[in-house]
């Protein structure tokens, strides 16, 4: 705002003009939002949208047994990381899959696959 901009009321001109700047510029910022309806909510962090159900690089806690893992995946605690992920065995032939942005998750030299996080979900 221009510092001649002056709030009490007067029939000067720069008046008109800072008035009709300010309120432009709350109609502008009231009127931005996402196209699905975002507004305030859009801003809070994510919520895990769904349970973890034993996917690939879901949140797991039997490193034991792999209960809570899907067929043929091992709950495995990754200490470097500091996370335990159901985790999908991996080689040349057996790539891993894509995390869940479809991000590319390399296979370690235990043959084993880490994405960088585990999924957005609740254990």
């Not at 300010?22 to 919520?47: E, F, Q, R, W, Y």
């Not at 490193?63 to 995946?73: E, K, V």
Request: glycine fraction near 8%; charge should be negative.
């Amino acid at each position: 705002m221009s510092s001649q901009c002056h709030w009490i009321s007067s029939p000067d001109s720069t008046d008109h003009v800072c008035v009709r700047s300010v309120l432009i510029s709350c109609l502008l910022l009231l009127g931005c939002h996402d196209k699905n309806g975002g507004g305030v909510d859009a801003m809070t962090p994510d919520v895990p949208s769904r349970a973890c159900d034993g996917r690939a690089y879901d949140l797991c806690t039997d490193t034991t047994a792999s209960s809570d893992c899907m067929t043929g995946l091992t709950c495995r605690f990754y200490m470097m990381a500091n996370f335990t992920i159901c985790s999908p065995a991996c080689d040349a032939t057996h790539p891993c899959p894509p995390d869940e942005a479809g991000g590319a998750v390399t296979c370690n030299t235990m043959g084993r696959c880490r994405s960088n996080a585990p999924n957005t979900c609740t254990k």
